[in-house]
């Protein structure tokens, strides 16, 4: 009984505080910094791909009132409340990962998104763990840590805005935003 009434007081504690301060910023992780140290910056030889027309990631996208771009790296979809990855999804991040393996100055954000229903709270947290699921399968593929970031959005912006299931699964994804590698 305890256990509960703690668990409730902390429910109302964390509710009150999101009340007061507003919504918080999207849940972002950063490369890390571990893989990354020692490394020779390979500054000025970024590849023309990753130099090339880089897509926006979807709150750039969303500020210019327009759909985010497409493209190298395809987005993975998610089934209701879940962030396992599915074979479909495997299979578009191996594809994903040949292309991060043929661009190794090529940097990936992760963007992880959910569909409306639940809390915005709770799709933030369903966001992030979509986002870092991509991005820990794709390093078992052997694409260093480093170059990955994540970022979630939850249902805060959504590619469909309708209410039925084929709406909100194309909003049940992971897009990957191609940045050029980080000068030092």
């Not at 130099?51 to 979807?58: G, I, V």
């Not at 959504?158 to 909003?171: H, I, L, S, T």
């Amino acid at each position: 009984m305890a256990d509960r009434l703690s668990a409730v007081l902390c429910g109302l504690m964390f509710s009150s505080f999101v009340l007061l301060t507003g919504c918080p910023p999207p849940a972002t992780t950063q490369p890390d910094a571990s893989s990354t140290a020692g490394k020779a910056s390979a500054k000025g030889k970024a590849s023309a791909t990753a130099k090339a027309k880089t897509p926006a990631s979807s709150l750039e996208a969303a500020r210019r009132g327009k759909a985010p771009a497409g493209g190298p790296l395809k987005d993975i979809y998610f089934d209701f409340d879940r962030y396992d990855l599915k074979a479909d999804a495997r299979a578009t991040l191996k594809t994903n990962a040949g292309w991060l393996k043929a661009n190794p100055s090529a940097r990936a954000e992760i963007e992880g998104h959910a569909d409306e229903r639940g809390t915005n709270e709770y799709n933030l947290a369903l966001g992030a763990k979509r986002a870092q699921a991509a991005r820990d399968y794709l390093a078992g593929l052997g694409i260093a840590k480093a170059r990955l970031s994540t970022k979630s959005y939850g249902e805060e912006l959504p590619v469909c805005k309708e209410q039925n299931e084929g709406c909100w699964q194309r909003n049940r994804h992971d897009r990957f935003v191609v940045a050029p590698a980080r000068s030092n």
